[in-house]
């Protein structure tokens, strides 16, 4: 089983990983925790480079071939062999980050983006997305607070430092994205307690295992 978590920043993707990794833990799984950018030895680097404010001068091409090429070493050294053991891989972001966030937020076209990522994910497509929804200014909120307090603020805070009319581009963005591929998203109000959210997104997951 592979689910992977989208929304926009403080939507609480880490927080909800956490608690479906515990639970599944306790029904005996031993699930694959994983994030991108960032989840091969490579994508470490390009995760380094992408999120950094050192990085507000890259160009969109390039900002979309660094995550494509991120997402490509994922799958092939770490998603791909987890799913073919029988393992449950739950990813921070995944391939519909680029159509959304490059697409709906940096004017490329979504669909040739989603040919891109046919080719970097090689058939590893999940079997379900749980979108996070949340209203941008209380996200962003929950995010600068969660950086300032880790001290992440300059190191990962590019996306966060983004004006707020992007967040909500971002935001109907993703829900249109959702609502053409309904067989696998899966959209979460995000806006109540961690316990509340996760009831919402252990009855999907809970769903597509007794599918
Ligand atoms: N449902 C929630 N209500 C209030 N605060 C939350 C909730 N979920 C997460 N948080 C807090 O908000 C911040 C962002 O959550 P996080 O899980 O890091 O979001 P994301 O990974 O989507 O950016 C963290 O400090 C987290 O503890
Ligand atoms: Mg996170």
């Known amino acids: 089983m592979f689910v992977t978590f989208e929304g926009i920043e403080g939507t609480g993707k880490s927080t909800q990983i956490t608690l479906l990794a515990d639970w599944l833990r306790a029904r005996g799984q031993e699930p694959v925790i994983t994030r991108e950018p960032g989840g091969s030895r490579l994508g470490g680097e390009l995760r380094r480079i992408l999120l950094s404010m050192e990085s507000t001068d890259i160009t969109g091409p390039a900002e979309l071939f660094l995550y494509l090429a991120d997402r490509a070493q994922h799958v092939a050294t770490l998603i791909k062999p987890a799913l073919d053991q029988g393992k449950t891989v739950l990813s921070d972001r995944f391939a519909d980050s680029t159509v959304v966030y490059q697409g709906y937020g940096r004017g490329l076209d979504p669909k040739l983006l989603h040919a891109f990522n046919d080719v970097a994910v090689a058939g ?3 079997d379900l997305t749980i ?7 209380v996200g962003l909120r929950r995010a600068l607070a969660r950086n300032l307090a880790g001290g992440t603020h300059r190191s990962e805070g590019r996306f966060e430092a983004e004006h707020l009319e992007f967040h909500h581009r971002i935001r109907e963005g993703y829900l249109a994205w959702a609502a053409l591929h309904p067989g696998r998203f899966r959209v979460v109000d995000a ?4 316990d509340e959210v996760f009831g919402a997104v252990r009855g999907h997951v809970a769903a597509l295992l007794e599918g």
Not at 191 to 194: A, N, T, V
């Open 124 to 126: 590893s497509w999940p």
């Open 131 to 137: 979108l996070l929804d949340i209203d941008p200014e």
């Open 191 to 194: 806006g109540g307690s961690p």
